[in-house]
Structures are given as structure tokens and as C-alpha cells.
């Protein structure tokens, strides 16, 4: 497998999380008070954005500098945060992530995968 077919394929890994995100706001509702007060909510939308970190983090240097459009240390950053803040879980931030920087990084991987 060349570089850029693994590309494509942790496009596949954030795109499969970006939907698993959409099923979890859909059974918990999409709400922030249902989030900032539902546990498992928080864990379920958490994960995902820890393996949307781990799917960029596996993309080529050249993917990313080729597309600095998106945010790509940003992601990585919100992932290393959930993974070793501990305790320090801000549910603002990661609802602000789901809400507002999660549609854009989804609709270009669709774009990108349909190429």
C-alpha cells in the first residue's frame, strides 16, 4: 500500500468516527445540556474525537502540509488532551469541536475519499 492510499484510509478511520458522533447525538440528543449532563454521552463523543487524533496523527506529513486548511495539530491537540487531561474534561470545548470544527473536517474527507 503506498502513502497515499494510507491516507485515504484514515480519511475512511475520521469519516467512520464523524458518523459514530452523529449516532451518539442523535440517541442522546443533540443538546448541550444533555451533554455537559449525560457521562455517557461525554465518554461516547470522547472517543470518538480520540480516534479522530489517532487517524490524523497516522496521516502523511505531505497529506497535511498539502491541506493546511484544516487544523490538523489542533485535532491532535484535542486528542492528546482527552487522552492525558485526566480530570480536566471541559465539555465546552469538546462540544464546540463537535459542533462547529467536526462538520467541516467531515465534509472535506468526503470530498477527498470520492476523488
Known amino acids: 500500500m503506498d502513502q497515499h492510499e494510507r491516507d485515504i484510509e484514515q480519511l475512511h478511520t475520521i469519516l467512520r468516527y464523524c ?3 452523529e449516532v451518539a447525538k442523535a440517541h442522546f440528543e443533540d443538546s448541550f445540556d444533555r451533554f455537559q449532563d449525560t457521562e455517557p454521552f461525554q465518554d461516547s463523543c470522547s472517543l470518538c474525537l480520540i480516534q479522530i487524533g489517532e ?8 497529506f497535511c502540509e498539502s491541506h493546511p486548511e484544516i487544523p490538523w495539530s489542533k485535532i491532535y491537540g484535542m486528542r492528546c ?3 492525558h487531561g485526566y480530570e480536566m474534561f471541559d465539555a465546552e470545548i ?5 459542533q462547529s470544527h467536526i462538520p467541516p473536517l467531515r465534509a472535506f474527507c468526503e470530498e477527498r475519499v470520492c476523488e
Open 94 to 98: 469538546a462540544w464546540d469541536a463537535i
Open 55 to 62: 487517524a490524523v496523527n497516522r496521516l502523511s506529513e505531505a
Open 81 to 83: 488532551h482527552l487522552v
Open 19 to 21: 458518523e459514530r458522533l
